[in-house]
Structure formats: structure tokens, C-alpha cells
């Protein structure tokens, strides 16, 4: 044989094991293995069809992700050959170990959140409720499958007022899983917005894939006034839908843990086939409890006539203005502005945060741990200036910030109004210390020539 003919045979050899190997890999008993040649496929065709865009980045994640679940598949198949998952008796750990009562709970956001007392106290009462519930029934199966009556809690009241940060707060302290989502951004088919069932899936992923604990987690929605379609709320009617999907998840609905239009996650569950992580193929909803948030603003002047008008001879009117109607809001005000009968029916603790006065503002600035001072504080002290504060210019603040009607909100417009040209000129200049007066707050603009030009940093100029 020539030389040739040696190197083509040799050839030949080599094609043919890369061809048995290449069928090897397509017929492959193992589905994982043939999962992965399906996904190699997919994405050879898919790319000829698709360039850019979400497609080719999709495909991207998969594969990436496709690595990291062979990775994390291995290190779950070790941790279970040593029994129960770490992590899994940790987080059961916490939940069982839980020893507050409610009034630790709101002591505790009583150093963040300022008046809303009402509030408070529902949300303590029901958090630890509710976990009495979860320890209940990991204590005992039978409970789990037993009925159980969920207080789901709706918070309501103006904008700026705390809703939101009550419920920040609130899971920075919980142990227990929690997904927070926005209303508005929910769809009612889910293709184009958020699938409502997307909720679930994050309380999954809070527990790092444990299907058994998210089951027990607690799921927030806020901007929920956003979602009712009535001509009184000024809405269109597609909330309806989104509705009537919420409501099915409020009650009890098992909640596949992989999203039907997730193209990445429906792959990423065929390579994970046989997992022992995806053994549980749902999540029931039954114990998962709902706390919703909404500003209903148009909701207060309708309670606000309601009531004016039923009151006629009897002299009974809200005494403190715009705050004061949102608690006597009926289950009929809420259909009226909007929402499904069935889905404020399953929303039975309802509670309204009062409006926010001048005082409480205040407080805000001095008092709560999250209060906006003690950032300005830490930006000046950035650049070598100690700011302070009198108890006067604290009021003037506030009282601008009131005016604003945008609840504390309003502080943060009327501290960077104030500090815009203290924050630009101060830093370049000899000045080191800035103490805030009511008259800096009446002034400020003189307040700083003032400053800058006995700075002797020339900064004076600019303005
Ligand atoms: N009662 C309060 N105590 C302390 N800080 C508050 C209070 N209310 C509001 N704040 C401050 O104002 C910010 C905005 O409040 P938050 O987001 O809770 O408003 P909201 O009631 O949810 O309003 P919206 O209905 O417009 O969403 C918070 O991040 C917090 O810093
Ligand atoms: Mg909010």
C-alpha cells in the first residue's frame, strides 16, 4: 500500500469511530445525555431561524445553566447520600426556632417605621400566626392537608406612608421563605408581563429549589389598587383578568415549578429529569400566605362621599381630613372601585395607614433607623463636612414636606432642594461643617454665600 493510500485509510478509521460516537450519543438509554443532544440540536436549528435578540440569548443561558445543573445536580447527590440536604434543615431550623410574639415584632418595626400603629400590629399578629401555622404543620402532615383559613392581609392608605417599607422591613426580619412582586406587572395570559405564577416560583428560589418549605412561604404584592378595572378607579379592564389568576393563587392552586413559557427552565427540568431536587413537580398554594398593598387614592373620596352622605343628620364626619376614610371602606367600596368580589373576599384582615401629619414627619427625620438624615449625614461626611441638625430646622422641614402631600416622600424633595448647591459648592470649598438652622431652611441660598465667602474658597463666585 502507498503512502497515499495508508494516510486515506486512517481517514476513513477516524470518520467512522466519529460516527459510532455520534450515534452512541444520539441513541444514549441515558435521557439526561440524550436531553443535552436534543439541546444541542435545538440551538444549531433555532440559530439558523433566530440572529440576536432574546432567542440566541436564551440559548446562551442554557447552556450556561446547562453546566452549572450538572455541577450543582452532583453536589445535590453527595449532600442527599449524607441524608437531609444542610441547607434544607437549616432554614427548617430558623422557622422552628422562631420564639417572637407579636410584640417583639412590632417593636422591632417601630424602630424603622413611625405611626401606621394599626398596621403594625396586624402585621405582627398574622406573621407570627402564621408561623405557628408552618411549625404546626411541619410538626404534624396532618394539619398540612387539614383546612385551614388564610388571613391574607390587604394594607391600604396614601402614598408615601409606609406600605411598602412596613413590608421591607418585615422581611428583613421573616425566616420564612418571602417573594415580593409587583401588581403591574403581572399580564393576565403571561406572555407578554409576568405570569402571577412567576410569585411562586421566586418563593422557590428563596429556599434555594425546596419545594416543601416554599409551600409555607409568605407572598407580597404591592400596587394592587393598580390591577382593579372600574371607571372609578380610572383603570381599563384588563386587571380583571390578572385578578381572577390571583385569586385562584390566593385560594389553592398547585403551581408548576417550572414556568410553561420558560423556554430555558422547561430544558433545564429535561436535564434534571431524574433529580432528586425535581421530584416535587409542584407547589401547592394552600398555606402560602398573601399580604397585598395599594394606594387606592380614589377609593378614600368615594368612602368620603359614601359616608358624608349616609351621615346627613347624624353629624358623624372623619375629623382629620383625607386619612380617615380609607378604614371605613366596605367590601361593596372595593367592588365599586374595581376589584372582583372573589378576590377582595379573600383578602378578609384589612388594614388602612393613616395619613402623615407634620409631626410624624418629624419623627421620620429624627427618630426611624431609616430616616433620609442620616444619609445626607453620611454624603457630607464623604467629603470631610460634619452636618447637624436643630430641632427647629427639623420642623421647618417637615412642614414644607408636608405641603407636598406625597407622605414622606415629601422629605426627600424638600432635603434635596435644600442641599443641591450646598452639595456642589461645599466639597470644593475650606468649609467643614454645615449646621442646619430654620433659617438655612428659609434661606439656604444666602445661607451659603454666606459660608462660602467666609470659607475663602473663592466658591462664592459660582453662585
Ligand atoms: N411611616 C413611616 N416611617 C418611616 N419612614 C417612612 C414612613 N413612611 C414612609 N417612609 C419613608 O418613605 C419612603 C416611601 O415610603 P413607602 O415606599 O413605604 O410608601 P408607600 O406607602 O408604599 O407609597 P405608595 O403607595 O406610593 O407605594 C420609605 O422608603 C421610607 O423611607
Ligand atoms: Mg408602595
Do not use: W
Not at 443535552?36 to 440559548?59: A, W
Not at 421573616?174 to 403591574?184: I, Q, R, S, Y
Not at 387614592?297 to 351621615?311: E, I, M, Q
Amino acid at each position: 500500500m502507498d503512502d497515499e493510500c495508508q494516510e486515506r485509510s486512517q481517514k476513513d478509521i477516524k470518520t467512522e469511530e466519529k460516527g459510532n460516537e455520534e450515534k452512541k450519543l444520539l441513541s444514549d438509554p441515558d435521557p439526561k445525555a440524550s436531553s443535552v443532544n436534543l439541546l444541542e440540536k435545538l440551538r444549531e436549528q433555532f440559530s439558523g431561524l433566530f440572529f440576536g435578540g432574546t432567542v440566541s440569548t436564551n440559548f446562551f443561558h442554557i447552556d450556561h445553566a446547562d453546566k452549572i445543573d450538572h455541577k450543582t445536580e452532583r453536589r445535590q447527590r453527595e449532600e442527599s447520600s449524607d441524608g437531609d440536604g444542610e441547607e434544607k434543615s437549616e432554614q427548617l431550623e430558623g422557622i422552628r426556632n422562631f420564639s417572637m410574639v407579636p410584640r417583639d415584632v412590632y417593636e422591632y418595626l417601630q424602630r424603622f417605621v413611625i405611626r401606621q400603629e394599626e398596621a403594625k400590629k396586624v402585621l405582627s399578629v398574622t406573621v407570627c400566626d402564621h408561623y405557628n401555622h408552618v411549625r404546626h404543620c411541619l410538626a404534624n402532615p396532618d394539619a398540612a392537608i387539614a383546612d385551614y383559613s388564610k388571613p391574607n392581609v390587604l394594607l391600604l392608605g396614601p402614598t408615601g406612608v409606609g406600605k411598602t417599607y412596613l413590608m421591607r422591613n418585615l422581611a428583613k426580619l421573616l425566616g420564612v421563605p418571602f417573594a415580593k412582586g409587583d401588581a403591574t406587572k403581572f399580564s393576565e395570559t403571561g406572555y407578554i408581563g409576568n405570569d402571577v405564577e412567576d410569585l411562586v416560583r421566586d418563593l422557590l428560589r428563596a429556599t434555594n429549589g425546596n419545594a416543601e418549605l416554599a409551600q409555607y412561604g409568605i407572598i407580597f404584592i404591592d400596587e394592587v389598587d393598580k390591577i382593579a378595572s372600574s371607571e372609578e378607579s380610572g383603570r381599563d379592564v384588563s386587571g380583571r383578568g390578572v385578578q381572577i389568576n390571583l385569586l385562584k393563587l390566593m385560594e389553592d392552586a398547585d403551581v408548576s415549578i417550572v414556568a410553561p413559557n420558560d423556554i430555558t427552565a422547561q430544558m433545564r427540568a429535561m436535564v434534571n429529569f431524574d433529580s432528586k431536587t425535581c421530584k416535587k413537580k409542584s407547589i401547592s398554594t394552600r398555606h402560602i400566605l398573601f399580604i397585598v398593598s395599594g394606594a387606592f387614592d380614589k377609593l378614600n373620596d368615594h368612602v368620603r362621599r359614601r359616608t358624608a352622605d349616609s351621615a346627613i343628620g347624624f353629624g358623624c364626619r372623619g375629623k382629620n381630613g383625607k386619612n380617615c376614610y380609607l378604614d371605613q371602606a366596605t367590601t361593596a367600596d372595593f367592588v365599586l372601585y374595581g376589584l372582583e368580589p372573589e378576590f377582595i373576599g379573600r383578602l378578609p384582615v384589612r388594614v388602612a395607614c393613616k395619613h402623615l401629619e407634620k409631626n410624624d414627619l418629624a419623627q421620620i427625620l429624627q427618630r426611624s433607623e431609616g430616616s433620609i438624615l442620616r444619609q445626607y449625614v453620611l454624603d457630607f461626611s464623604g467629603y470631610g463636612i460634619a452636618l447637624s441638625f436643630d430641632d427647629d430646622a427639623i420642623y421647618a422641614i417637615a412642614a414644607i414636606a408636608e405641603e407636598e402631600k406625597t407622605g414622606a416622600r415629601g422629605l426627600m424633595t424638600v432635603l434635596e432642594r435644600l442641599f443641591r448647591d450646598f452639595k456642589f459648592h461645599l466639597p470644593s470649598s475650606a468649609v467643614r461643617r454645615l449646621h442646619v438652622t430654620k433659617d438655612v431652611v428659609a434661606n439656604p441660598e444666602d445661607h451659603l454665600k454666606m459660608l462660602l465667602s467666609s470659607g475663602s474658597s473663592g466658591a462664592a463666585d459660582f453662585l
